[in-house]
């Protein structure tokens, strides 16, 4: 019988290999621009076409390689980096396991020019497929320019699964603002389609994180963060945290550095949450920056594929150490409320040492003294004339209308809601909750801040008033984009906003979404100026809560205008809606109550929370 085991050819090998290691144009400038740092690289450009569909440029001016070296580097499993197994245990560098570029060569078309510092003549490398089409000696500085055009022109199925321009934009910026961070000394630019998106000079660490994120928060950022230094046995933190004012409701200034190399790890995070904890509202995220220092034989990098994540000896040591450490820092800072123990006004009491007698207090009084010696006992305060207070109250009282009671202002009732609204057809499978048993109490109140509560003889209704104000917010914004009458307010003051080159670029593409939910922005070059913001924002701050918007669309990425229009509609009825612990008046309480109630989805949030919970009297009965 013929055999059906096979060794794989090494383009069919590479491919699969690609599958793990180079997932999307991201992947590809991780990988380059970490080899060009394990370099030595002081300068390293970035330049990108259609977000790395086309064309991704990485230039650098590292050590550079042989013409033998820049061939045998396409090959896999071929690394600089370790000679033997117990050299993982040791790592210090980046990419070690030698299969980025023979993975990027197996699904691109990548050409290197690279020449070392002794060498008069660079060398040129072109590869497609995981074949090498030409080589020659031609003229370049010192270090390695890498040139990938079509990713996988070769796999139409992956090329044709990956995100638009913005998401994939998004991704790649990602990735080289880990870099950034944890390299400040090294210059950086990202430049995409001939727009320099990013220029770093080199700087020290809070300088570089100003050069990447000086623009959030209104520019407040640098008053913001808190430095973070200590220094144990098993582990040294250092970094930034942020402020408790500088939260926000996504988690876009969050970082984690283990040994110069970005992690992920939820058991950290939850440490620093835990630290933040009624710190922040509920929802909000915090701010920082906090780099790592471990034993490397205490730490395993090598459990995927894209290393950020790492499995650590002494995990559970760790995390009360990181805990401790931002709570100190904010505590330092003033960020955590505190008892005043200062004693400049304090009184001066001596301390009791024992060389002196101390003798009883004595009561001195006037036994003579009576304080009601010489008072009349008639009181002298001028008579009232009480007849004067009731003078025309009969008059009132006959011509007041005999159906208003008098507890009621005219022209208002107990409650303004339609009572038919809550019927069973309004609240499907909600028979036991009516209001057609009118009651001379009141039945709507606010508890906690929080939620709204509604009460008839024999059941409660609660309604959580910030998802029912997105549920109501987000059905306002969908019909408004689908009819294209949207409501405006205009502003009194136009807000110019001051956006990097990646939030210009979002900003540009979802224009006409944003104008059909009642924003205005109008563009002026590189200007963006706020006029008008949809007639819900009340309150709001247009330029924060336009820039968490552009944050949020980066991560979008969909191909598909209604889902996402959807996606955005969401997200600005969670940034819009009523927060947790706002007084509500009767009034605002009435209107959104109403406005709920007569939706045809009104149970839940468009991302599936629950908004009404009933409470009826058989269920209070079975707590007792």
């Known amino acids: ?163 638009d321009n913005t998401k994939e934009l998004k991704a790649i910026r990602e990735e080289f603002i880990q870099i950034a961070l944890v390299n400040p000394k090294l210059q950086f630019s990202l430049t995409h389609n001939d727009e320099a998106l990013y220029t770093l000079p080199p700087s020290n660490l809070k300088q ?25 046995q098993l582990i040294r933190i250092t970094g930034f945290v942020g402020d408790p004012s500088a939260a926000c409701q996504r988690d876009q200034m969050q970082y984690f550095f283990v040994n110069d190399r970005f992690i992920k790890h939820k058991g950290f995070r939850s440490a620093v949450m835990k630290a933040y904890e009624l710190l922040i509202p509920s929802g909000q995220q915090p701010t920082y920056f906090l780099y790592l220092e471990v034993d490397p034989e205490t730490l395993d990098v090598n459990i995927h594929p894209t290393k950020t994540e790492v499995k650590f000896e002494h995990e559970q040591a ?31 009491i001596r301390v009791f040492t024992g060389d002196r007698e101390v003798s009883s207090p004595s009561i001195r009084f006037d036994p003579s003294y009576n304080p009601f ?22 008059k009132q009282k006959d011509g007041m ?38 009651t001379g109490e009141a039945f709507r109140f606010q508890l906690f801040s929080s939620y709204i509560v509604l009460q008839n003889p024999h059941s409660l209704l609660f309604i959580d008033q910030h998802r029912a104000h997105i549920r109501v917010l987000f059905d306002r914004y969908l019909t408004m984009i689908e009819t294209g009458k949207s409501s405006s307010q205009v502003l009194l003051f136009p807000e110019t906003l001051d956006l990097d080159a990646v939030q210009r670029l979002a900003l540009l593409e979802v224009m006409d979404d944003l104008n059909g939910f009642g924003f205005n922005v109008q563009c002026s070059g590189n200007d963006f100026t706020i006029v008008a913001v949809p007639s819900d924002m009340k309150g709001s701050h247009p330029g924060l809560l336009l820039e968490d918007l552009l944050q949020s669309l980066t991560e979008l990425g969909d191909n598909q205008l209604q889902d996402r229009r ?6 600005l009825a969670k940034v819009a809606a009523i927060p947790y612990g706002q007084k509500m008046s009767d009034v605002e309480m009435n209107d959104l109550v109403d406005r709920l109630l007569v939706l045809p989805e009104n149970k839940y949030t468009p991302d599936g929370k629950p908004i009404l919970i009933p409470f009826t009297e058989e269920e209070l009965a079975k707590r007792f």
């Open 566 to 571: 959807r996606k955005l509609a969401l997200r």
């Open 208 to 232: 570089r994180v100003l050069q990447i994120f000086g623009k959030r928060n209104s520019g407040q950022l640098q008053k913001q963060l808190y430095p973070v230094d200590v220094n144990t």
């Open 373 to 394: 010696k010489g008072q009349s006992t008639t009181s002298s305060k001028p008579a009232q004339n009480w007849d004067l207070l009731f003078q025309g109250f009969e």
């Open 1 to 163: 019988m013929e055999n059906i085991i096979r060794v794989l050819p090494d383009s069919v090998a590479n491919q699969i290999a690609a599958g793990e290691v180079i997932q999307r144009p991201a992947s590809v400038v991780k990988e380059l621009v970490e080899n060009a740092i394990d370099a030595g690289a002081t300068q390293i450009d970035v330049i990108l076409k259609e977000a790395g569909r086309n064309m991704i440029r990485v230039i650098d001016n590292g050590k550079g390689m042989s013409p033998e070296d820049a061939k045998l580097a396409f090959e896999r499993h071929a690394t600089s980096k370790i000679r033997q197994a117990t050299d993982l245990f040791h790592l210090q560098t980046m990419g070690f396991r030698g299969e980025a570029l023979a993975s990027i060569a197996s699904v691109a078309q990548v050409e290197l020019v690279t020449r070392r510092s002794d060498d008069e003549l660079a060398w040129k490398v072109e590869i497609e497929g995981s074949v090498i089409s030409n080589e020659e000696p031609t003229l370049a500085a010192q270090g390695s320019r890498f040139t990938v055009r079509n990713l996988f022109f070769n796999i139409p199925a992956r090329r044709k699964f990956l995100g």
């Open 318 to 348: 760790i995390w009360p150490i990181l805990h401790a450490t931002v709570r100190e820092a904010l505590g330092k800072s003033n960020a955590i409320p505190s008892i005043d123990f200062d004693r400049d006004d304090a009184p001066d």
């Open 401 to 438: 209308n005999s159906q208003e009671k008098p507890w009621e202002t005219p022209g208002e009732s107990v409650s303004s809601v339609d009572e038919s609204k809550f019927s069973s057809e309004t609240l499907p499978g909600n028979r036991l909750f009516s209001l057609a048993e009118p």
